[in-house]
Structure formats: C-alpha cells, structure tokens
T-cell receptor, first 112, second 116 residues
C-alpha cells in the first residue's frame, strides 16, 4: 500500500465548475500537508500549506484536512482553463527533516 | 518572493559524459535543498537531500557516486550526473526550503536531461 494515494485522473470539468481533488494517506504521523500545481514540463508550484485539521481558504482555493480520516482535499471554485494542470498533494512528518511524500498527482482539464 | 531557478532548463548529451545541473534560491537562503527525479506522468521521486556545508543524504537505491551533489552556499546546490547513460534521461527538479520558514518548499522549473 502506498503511503499517499491520489487518483491520477484525468479529470475533465467545464469552466466555472467546482473541482474537488483528494488524497488519502496511511501514516498518521504526517502532520503537514501541501498542494502543488504542476504545469506540463514545469516544476511544481506551491498552492496551499496546512498543518491542522479544518479548512484553509486562499482566493478560489480551499484546502481541507481531516486527520481523523487521513484525508485531505483541495477545492477549486469557479475553475478556469488556466487551472488545467496536474495537482500533487504532499505531506511530511513532524520530525521528518522536511522530506516530502507525494501523491501521484491528478491531471485536471478545465474545458471551455 | 520564494523563487528557485535551475540551469540549464534542457540538456542533451552523449552517453558517458557528465552533466551538471545548478539549483539556486534567488531571494532567500536555503540550508536544505532537495533533488527529485520525475518520469513522464509519474510523481516526484526524492533522490537526495542536500545540506549546506555537509554531505548530501541519499535515498535508498540512489547511487551517490553516480549523482554527485554539492551544496557550497546557502543559495546554490549542484547535481552532477556522472557517466550518463540513456536510462538517466529524465526530468530533474530541485526544491529549496526557506531557512526562515518551518516547512514550505519551493521548486525550481526543472531540467530535462536527454542522454543519447
């Protein structure tokens, strides 16, 4: 079993839709959670960083963490074609020396 | 802020040659940098952790003599792929942790290596 599971997609939605991206994890020691966006042939870009259960909002993005269920989500409101990319969840341990464990990434396509 | 650059962005080399990739944090200091490898449509695989002023820590299965890492300053780490072979062709990405921040890592744009 992988430590972090993420549906690779592809996920195709119409412009303006609300997108829900999810990851589950098996190691309850993970304490810090991140979402990265990666465009084709580019490096990942940090979108959201959270460390507590609950919601964190930044513009059209909301990150949700449920540590009891070992489940994290990223919601994108009013999705735009420019949101088309691969979204990677990542997490690390409290004392893990900042090593990130990544999900496989979900490929998102927002269509006009 | 929090910009990480990589150079070169793309390199093509002959089998048996060595290739050096630079990773720089442009507007912050990074005591720790990370080197990843990414295959098409796959996630990032951590290769090694680069610590300024000390030896890098390599992940299991990564040959330290094959992938030489030097972190000579708080803003620069280099990865040298020695005696490159076609199976080393991949997308190499570095990340840097802002020394002033607890956990956030910022990634470079990646280097596409093709070994002929």
């Amino acid at each position: 079993q992988k430590e972090v599971e993420q549906d690779p997609g592809p996920l195709s939605v119409p412009e303006g839709a609300i997108v829900s991206l999810n990851c589950t994890y098996s190691n309850s020691a993970f304490q810090y959670f991140m979402w990265y966006r990666q465009y084709s042939r580019k490096g990942p870009e940090l979108l959201m960083y959270t460390y507590s259960s609950g919601n964190k909002e930044d513009g059209r993005f909301t990150a949700q963490v449920d540590k009891s269920s070992k489940y994290i989500s990223l919601f994108i409101r009013d999705s735009q074609p420019s949101d088309s990319a691969t979204y990677l969840c990542a997490m690390n341990l409290a004392g893990g020396g900042n090593k990130l464990t990544f999900g496989t990434g979900t490929q998102l396509k927002v269509e006009l | 802020g929090a910009v990480v650059s990589q150079h070169p962005s793309r390199v093509i080399c002959k089998s048996g040659t060595s290739v050096k990739i630079e990773c720089r944090s442009l507007d912050f200091q990074a005591t720790t940098m990370f080197w990843y490898r990414q295959f098409p449509k796959k996630s990032l695989m951590l290769m090694a952790t680069s610590n300024e002023g000390s030896k890098a820590t390599y992940e299991q299965g990564v040959e330290k003599d094959k992938f030489l890492i030097n972190h000579a300053s708080l803003t620069l780490s280099t990865l040298t792929v020695t005696s490159a072979h076609p199976e080393d062709s991949s997308f190499y990405i570095c990340s840097a942790r802002d020394s002033a921040s607890s956990r956030e890592q910022f990634f470079g744009p990646g280097t596409r290596l093709t070994v002929l």
